[in-house]
């Protein structure tokens, strides 16, 4: 009985949080896409010449980001990675 | 008369319309498939495209279209008499406004859960589609502005009600961050800003805020007005998350709380309907009821920003085609007993009819005052609440309905005019924040045009922006009818609908173009004719589209 309860409580949680989340996914898709591409600039700032004064931190990230670092060109337009001696596709 | 005969008949007429009309329509006239292929499951994305448990879709579809329009619109119009108000509310749901709603699913997710105004465009035209962008314009530009006049004369006429309209943006701010930054599960979230909510309500009426008559040689009603304005373009420029989000979600619980109060206490309560079943002493210069219910009640009865709801974000999360019926039809049932609720509160809610005439003084009047008035007089009776509280506590409803809307309207008035800064190639106009400034401008020009400077005569859009909330339902019935002649089958059943419309809409416009002559108002006489124009730019499009369409033999599709 209790295990039913705790069940139909726990339906009851997701699809309150399915109608929470359901009208906004869309907006916040976006709003997390623009951040990560403002991460990413940051990240690979220094190849394009822009100074960064974190750049020893991010440097140690880039290997982490390769992944998702051909996503990011691809999205900004770029069918290869735009760094020359950065090669990803 | 109780209002309990009057509330049964209303559920019960909508129930039977949901169990039989829409069946029939869904079987016989879209012929809903459950084997067909959704949107949601075709171009699943996680993101735009997902399919959603019907429930949780209806809950959304239906908090979405209910807002303060619903209330507002039978408020006013219970002036002509309560079974005029009643009888287009409940036909209008069953044969208007569910037909409407369900359609607008079934034809958006038959054309990859394309949104209303691209349909206009395939189906009809692209003439058609330009007409579509004037009319949605046309919508959000009032519906802010009557908006913004409507919370700022409910801030006024109860005091109290100031700190837990303002006091709930605070709740939801800290819930929506609760929620964001994963603090605590939705469950207790939600109980907790439902109690803070309510408790805010009952501080409320004990520490009444009112801003002082003149401030700068603005009134209070101006000054709440630019208030309002100011709190939405901010509001609108935050990403949805911090406010928006959790204020929709605040107002979906509200909405279903007060719909039980109230249904709760007219049961228990059994208040009497003081007002006449038709007006015969109607205020001088009231308009003749015949056309202009059917535009001053549009949500409610029947609403084309339904049909923007149901093809922009439902219909790309319609798990299986025959849901449409419960989510489409079922939701304008929903808005329908709302305003079914609204005319029982200005009816029912006074103790004589001689009270009840002291409100409705003139056309325009009443309204959301009356909903309020006669609503906690309502809550007091049936179910023993503080009339002071009460009253807070519908304003409360009422005024985030309408808020949440403006902030919603401002941010769609804003990408309109940043798409027309793409298309003129004004970069300064791409900008979000000039865009705001330029739609909120634009707002308070019509706010303050239509009202004088004090504002407080903006109710007097109200039936044109019913008129044109009716021609964007129009333009939707028009793409079903369409579709249905193409695939050979009975369009009668959307095609009456809208010949109704049309004939109603321009037929008030006229009216009302004769009333602004009269009263020499300039300003108003103005936008009728841009109205007007765009009423006859779409009764034109359907002639010629219907005609092209009966000409061409039926395709089997």
């Known amino acids: 009985m209790a295990g039913k309860a705790q069940l139909f409580f726990k339906r009851l949680g997701e699809l309150g949080a399915q109608y929470y989340n359901a009208p906004y996914r869309a907006a916040i898709a976006r709003a997390r896409r623009d951040e990560e591409d403002l991460f990413m600039l940051l990240v690979f700032s220094e190849m394009m010449g822009i100074p960064n004064p974190a750049a020893w931190s991010t440097l140690e990230l880039q290997p982490l980001l390769m992944a998702r670092f051909h996503e990011w060109h691809t999205r900004m337009g770029m069918e290869r990675s735009p760094l020359d001696h950065f090669r990803c596709c | 008369m109780s209002a309990i005969i009057l509330l049964l008949l209303g559920l019960g007429g909508m129930a039977a319309g949901y169990l039989v009309y829409s069946r029939f329509i869904a079987t016989h006239i879209y012929k809903l498939d459950p084997n067909y292929r959704t949107p949601a499951h075709e171009y699943e994305d996680g993101v735009d495209f997902v399919p959603t448990n019907r429930y949780v879709l209806w809950g959304h579809h239906f ?86 006049v409507v919370i700022a004369k409910l801030l006024i006429n109860n005091p109290g009600s100031v700190v837990p309209v303002w006091g709930a943006i605070a709740v939801a701010l800290v819930i929506g961050q609760l929620i964001y930054r994963r603090v605590i599960g939705l469950g207790v979230v939600s109980v907790v800003g439902v109690i803070a909510l309510y408790g805010l309500i009952y501080v409320g009426p004990q520490v009444p805020v009112s801003l002082p008559d003149q401030v700068m040689g603005l009134s209070a009603n ?207 106009m791409t900008r979000p924040l000039p865009a705001t400034l330029l739609a909120v401008a634009s707002c308070l020009l019509l706010a303050f045009g239509a009202g004088g400077a004090d504002g407080s005569g903006g109710l007097l859009i109200w039936p044109l922006f019913g008129t044109t909330n009716q021609l964007l339902a129009g333009l939707t019935l028009l793409v079903i009818t369409i579709m249905l002649v193409k695939r050979g089958r009975p369009a009668i059943y959307t095609l009456a609908p809208l010949a109704f419309l049309l004939v109603m809409t321009v037929f008030a416009l006229l009216m009302q173009l004769k009333s602004f002559y009269e009263k020499e108002d300039w300003f108003l006489l103005g936008l009728d004719v841009v109205v007007l124009v765009a009423a006859l730019l779409v009764t034109l499009e359907c002639l010629a589209a219907l005609k092209r369409a009966f000409s061409a033999p039926p395709e089997t599709v």
């Open chain 2, 222 to 428: 101006a000054s709440w007005i630019l208030l309002l304005f100011g709190y939405a373009a901010i509001a609108s420029l935050l990403p949805v998350w911090v406010l928006l989000q959790p204020r929709d979600y605040i107002n979906g619980l509200q909405l279903f709380v007060g719909l039980i109060l109230l249904y709760g206490a007219v049961l228990i309560g059994n208040p009497t309907v003081v007002a006449p079943m038709i007006n015969s002493d109607l205020p001088a210069n009231t308009p003749s009821l015949l056309p202009l219910l059917f535009v001053t009640i549009a949500c409610g009865a029947i609403s084309g920003f339904h049909g923007l709801v149901a093809s922009g974000t439902s219909s790309k999360q319609l798990d299986k085609e025959p849901d449409a019926r419960f989510v489409g039809y079922f939701g304008a049932i929903g808005e329908g007993s709302l305003a079914l609720a609204a005319i029982i509160a200005a009816t029912a809610g006074f103790a004589s009819l001689a009270d009840w005439q002291a409100v409705y003084t003139a056309f325009g009047q009443g309204s959301l005052t009356a909903f309020v008035d006669g609503g906690a007089n309502i809550l007091a009776g049936g179910l023993g609440m503080d009339v002071g509280v009460a009253a807070t506590l519908l304003t409360v409803m009422a005024a985030l309905f309408a808020g949440t809307t403006m902030d919603t309207g401002l941010r769609l008035q804003r990408y309109i005019f940043q798409e027309w800064g793409e298309i003129y190639q004004q970069k300064w």
């Open chain 2, 63 to 148: 908090t979405s279209v209910a807002g303060a329009a619903p209330i507002v619109g039978p408020a006013i119009a219970v002036i002509w008499g309560w079974l005029p108000a009643f009888l287009w509310v409940v036909l209008g749901t069953i044969f208007f406004a569910g037909v409407h709603d369900s359609g607008a699913l079934w034809a958006s997710v038959r054309n990859r859960a394309k949104s209303v105004g691209a349909l206009t465009g395939e189906v009809v035209g692209a003439r058609a589609r330009t007409v579509f962008m004037i009319v949605i314009f046309l919508v959000l530009l009032m519906v802010n502005a009557v908006f913004g």
